[in-house]
T-cell receptor
């Protein structure tokens, strides 16, 4: 289930199940969106991105869905593994502004 | 993929001293570098954007005289935290982007602790 911690919400998922991490973004003019994975004490690691003119993109074991109507982004991870434990951030970018703005993040906790 | 390194990975300094953090792009030329700060259990907050050979552009609320950024070459940017105080203790992360690319590559971060 999902719970909200002091600053970071946590999603607990059974190993082998699919994970869905959600994100609400703020700027309807953003050109593309990125999901990052951050392990403890490390920098963010690129997972997948999607342009604003698309609504779905698939990678290896991951799928990103974009709903511009409600400004919602989701990351689906298939067959979640222990190595997927991390904090996941969505981020949005406007090419015009030349910067990436990070969302709040969700901690993914894998249950054995 | 493109690799970005940061040095040091951890640093402890005394209050009132200055500390310099380096960000290097190892296998590509970074025309733009970004500096972020991340407090525990929080997201990354963009501090500034620097283009090689130009002055950095700071985000609102970030003191440019306290966080000095230099991007003197296409592979190196430095962030100097001047007169550091305990509230400056944080995880500082840089990212780099090459010319004509929108993708940013992140460094491993530097943990700064000010005592």
């Amino acid at each position: 289930g999902e719970s909200v911690g002091l600053h970071l919400p946590t999603l607990s998922v059974q190993e082998g199940d699919n994970s869905i991490i959600n994100c609400a973004y703020s700027n309807s003019a953003s050109d593309y969106f990125i999901w990052y994975k951050q392990e403890s004490g490390k920098g963010p690691q690129f997972i997948i991105d999607i342009r604003s003119n698309m609504d779905k993109r698939q990678g290896q074991r991951v799928t990103v869905l974009l709903n511009k109507t409600v400004k919602h982004l989701s990351l689906q991870i298939a067959a979640t593994q222990p190595g997927d434990s991390a904090v996941y951030f969505c981020a949005e970018n406007m090419v015009r502004d030349d910067k990436i703005i990070f969302g709040k993040g969700t901690r993914l906790h894998i249950l054995p | 993929g493109a690799v970005v390194s940061q040095h040091p990975s951890r640093v402890i300094c005394k209050s009132g001293t200055s500390v310099k953090i380096e960000c290097r792009s190892l296998d590509f030329q970074a025309t733009t570098m970004f500096w972020y700060r991340q407090f525990p259990k929080q997201s990354l907050m963009l501090m500034a954007t620097s283009n090689e050979g130009s002055k950095a552009t700071y985000e609102q609320g970030v003191e440019k005289d306290k966080f000095l950024i230099n991007h003197a070459s296409l592979t190196l940017s430095t962030l100097t935290v001047t007169s550091a105080h305990p509230e400056d203790s944080s995880f500082y992360i840089c990212s780099a982007r090459g010319a004509g690319s929108y993708e940013q590559y992140f460094g491993p971060g530097t943990r700064l602790t000010v005592t």
